[in-house]
T-cell receptor
């Protein structure tokens, strides 16, 4: 049972445009959400997070939006740059538990 | 700067061999995790540990065991390797929740079982 889903395995975006990566979850106990970025042959690195008490968090070119009623979060990257080409994973945590549940990942390709 | 290191980047083992994957973190983190990453399946949690000598099963513990004798070191053991354990293995660590839920990952070990 996949509690965190990323329904788009891949996404291609022109350089300079906005990239939007989506994530859906089913467990209503999740209250903290994170996005990780992974380059080939490297471990994932933390990008941005959001608590369920917020609906938006911004960090430079990266913004995460949370819609609790729809159990949906999205990551916006604007403007997209070639170095953003990577696999992006969303992850969720429930009730102060350090354990994370990860999605299946979306491969983002930025086209120069 | 947090550093998580894994003993090998690439490993090739034969079916039935006992395999040890080592992970070390240098930031005095309480919590450590082992994941495997497979195409189309994302990261799946195998085992995790909140403290020395403590371990808890994750979502896919079958065929694996772990050892945490020291706070900085968390080992994943494949008792009898099988071809379906061919995967990328990732170790991660994190401090206590009051310092956030961000996990710090090592570079991964790509294990091939033939």
């Amino acid at each position: 049972d996949q509690q965190v889903k990323q329904n788009s395995p891949s996404l291609s975006v022109q350089e300079g445009r906005i990239s939007i990566l989506n994530c859906d979850y089913t467990n209503s106990m999740f209250d903290y959400f994170l996005w990780y970025k992974k380059y080939p042959a490297e471990g994932p690195t933390f990008l941005i997070s959001i608590s369920s008490i917020k609906d938006k968090n911004e960090d430079g070119r990266f913004t995460v939006f949370l819609n609790k009623s729809a159990k949906h979060l999205s990551l916006h990257i604007v403007p997209s740059q070639p170095g953003d080409s990577a696999v992006y994973f969303c992850a969720a945590s429930a009730g102060g538990n350090e354990k994370l549940t990860f999605g299946t990942g979306t491969r983002l390709t930025i086209i120069p | 700067d947090v550093k998580v290191t894994q003993s090998s980047r690439y490993l090739v083992k034969r079916t039935g061999e006992k395999v040890f994957l080592e992970c070390v973190q240098d930031m005095d983190h309480e919590n450590m995790f082992w994941y495997r990453q497979d195409p189309g399946l994302g990261l799946r949690l195998i085992y995790f540990s909140y403290d020395v000598k403590m371990k808890e099963k994750g979502d896919i513990p079958e065929g694996y065991s772990v050892s945490r004798e020291k706070k900085e070191r968390f080992s994943l053991i494949l008792e009898s390797a099988s071809t379906n354990q061919t995967s990328m293995y990732l170790c991660a660590s994190t401090p206590t929740p009051d310092r956030g839920y961000e996990q710090y990952f090592g570079p991964g070990t790509r294990l091939t079982v033939t």
